[in-house]
């Protein structure tokens, strides 16, 4: 399950696109989540510390996590990390 957590408030109007670009890649739309925090800023480490959201793709898939991270990435035009956890156990019901 391809999980995209948005990092960043200024990044926050883009979950409408991150759903089209990941059902357009055939992942069913209840098939991931999208994680984000209205409270979260990220910003650059210069003197300025301007805006700097990026996202994260975490997937057990890796090829799957590549494939969504680089059509975010080519998509929105916003820096995408890929992280891959060991395992994850869905709930049952």
Do not use: W
Request: glycine share 6%; charged share 25%; proline share 4%.
């Amino acid at each position: 399950m391809p999980n995209i957590v948005i990092v960043g408030r200024s990044s926050l109007g883009i979950c409408d696109e991150i759903s089209m670009i990941v059902k357009a890649l055939g992942v069913s739309e209840t098939d991931g989540v999208i994680t984000f925090s209205q409270d979260t800023v990220c910003i650059d480490m210069s003197s300025t510390h301007r805006d700097s959201p990026y996202l994260i793709v975490r997937d057990t898939n890796r090829e799957r996590a590549d494939k969504i991270a680089l059509a975010l990435n080519a998509g929105l035009d916003i820096d995408v990390e890929v992280e891959i956890p060991h395992n994850f156990y869905p709930r049952k019901s």
